[in-house]
Structure formats: structure tokens, C-alpha cells
T-cell receptor, first 117, second 114 residues
Framework: GAVVSQHPSWVICKSGTSVKIECRSL??????MFWYRQFPKQSLMLMAT?????????EQGVEKDKFLINHASLTLSTLTVTSAHPEDSSFYIC?????????????FGPGTRLTVT | GQQLNQSPQSMFIQEGEDVSMNCTSS?????WLWYKQEPGEGPVLLIA?????ELTSNGRLTAQFGITRKDSFLNISASIPSDVGIYFC??????????????FGTGTRLQVTL
């Protein structure tokens, strides 16, 4: 079954508004979670690393003031897209590392499709 | 950011055929992973590889960690319609660790016809 959940699965918002996306690890704790963005027919691009109890680490070119990340507990990270614009429309996916036999591997949520009108 | 090169970009095959795809990098990775993504879903982990030269199977899937540590291969035997999706390779510089980032490949889109 799923080990990482996301909510909502899709959202439509008006330009200029803010949208919050939740990512939860189910049945395990994650001090680190990752947020990706995926445009149609493209690969996943890492946006930021979410760290429980401390500031997120953003990849080069990702505006930290636009994409606010909060990792308030060991099972929840949130991504808030502030003042959304149509170019922010994308598929946002989170992941959390979970223990496998030889180490930790990233398990992905089902994604959130954001459409900004 | 950096992406790994996957080939082929897309494949159209008949049910029952075997499939091969590969992933290459200009730099070394110490872990190679293969994921499958279906439309509107997040990627699902298929196989993880940790040692150069390692060959690992998961059902009809077999993946290999290239000995140069700059490439990896995925084979699917006797394809079935539910194999349809996009297959991504991913590399990680470090062997393990909860905060280690992944670099994803460009993806191989697989279509299976009856």
C-alpha cells in the first residue's frame, strides 16, 4: 500500500492566490522530505529539501519566498505556493526516505496537480 | 539541474516482447534506482542497486549497475499491457542517508500493444 500521501490530489486556483499542499509519511517518520515539480512529458526536478525543525534547502533557481516549505512534524511537510501564477501550474510530488534492507530510499506521494487560472 | 540521459526516449512494443533501456551519466553515482510512473501518479520504486556490476531482479524486471558507475540498464522480459508507463532511472552520489538527493533521468515512455 501507499507509504506517502499527498493532499489535495488536484487543485485549481486563481492567479494571485496561495495554495498549500500537504505531504505525509504513513507509518514511518521522516526528518527529511523532498519536493519535486514535473511539467508535462518531462522528468522530475527537485525543488527543495524539507528538514524537520529547520529551514528548507532550495535548489538553484527556486524562489524560496514563493515556495514556502514547513516541516512541522516528523510525518508532515507542507509546500505553499504563494501568489500563484499560470506558469506555476504543474504536477508537484513529494517524497520521503524510508528504510530498505541496504539503506534509505525515497518513496513518492501520488502527486498534486495544480492549475492556476 | 543535472539530468541523466535515458534511451530510448520512447518504445512501442508488442505484448510478450522483451524490453531494454539504459541510463547514462557523465559523473559517477554510487546508487542507481529505477522507478515507474503511471499517468497522474507518483513514481514507484522498482529496483535499487548499490554495487558496481550488481545485477538485481524483481519479477520480470532485471537491472544492472554499470561497472564504471556511470550507467545502468533495465530489462523487462515478456512485457504485458500493465507495463505501460514511464520508466525513470535515478542516481545518488552517496550510498545511503536520509538526506541524499536523487538525480533523475529523462525517462523512457513504454507503450505495449496487444
Amino acid at each position: 500500500g501507499a507509504v506517502v500521501s499527498q493532499h489535495p490530489s488536484w487543485v485549481i486556483c486563481k492567479s494571485g492566490t496561495s495554495v498549500k499542499i500537504e505531504c505525509r509519511s504513513l507509518d514511518f517518520q521522516a526528518t527529511t522530505m523532498f519536493w519535486y515539480r514535473q511539467f508535462p512529458k518531462q522528468s522530475l526536478m527537485l525543488m527543495a529539501t524539507s528538514n524537520e525543525g529547520s529551514k528548507a534547502t532550495y535548489e538553484q533557481g527556486v524562489e524560496k519566498d514563493k515556495f514556502l516549505i514547513n516541516h512541522a512534524s516528523l510525518t508532515l511537510s507542507t509546500l505553499t505556493v504563494t501568489s500563484a501564477h499560470p506558469e506555476d501550474s504543474s504536477f508537484y510530488i513529494c517524497s520521503a526516505p524510508r528504510r530498505l534492507a541496504e539503506g534509505y530510499e525515497q518513496y513518492f506521494g501520488p502527486g498534486t496537480r495544480l492549475t492556476v487560472t | 539541474g543535472q539530468q541523466l540521459n535515458q534511451s530510448p526516449q520512447s518504445m512501442f512494443i508488442q505484448e510478450g516482447e522483451d524490453v531494454s533501456m539504459n541510463c547514462t551519466s557523465s559523473s559517477i553515482f554510487n546508487t542507481w534506482l529505477w522507478y515507474k510512473q503511471e499517468p497522474g501518479e507518483g513514481p514507484v520504486l522498482l529496483i535499487a542497486l548499490y554495487k558496481a556490476g550488481e545485477l538485481t531482479s524483481n519479477g520480470r524486471l532485471t537491472a544492472q549497475f554499470g561497472i564504471t558507475r556511470k550507467d545502468s540498464f533495465l530489462n523487462i522480459s515478456a512485457s504485458i499491457p500493465s507495463d505501460v508507463g514511464i520508466y525513470f532511472c535515478a542516481g545518488r552520489k552517496f550510498l545511503t542517508g536520509t538526506a541524499s538527493k536523487l538525480t533523475f533521468g529523462t525517462g523512457t515512455r513504454l507503450q505495449v500493444t496487444l
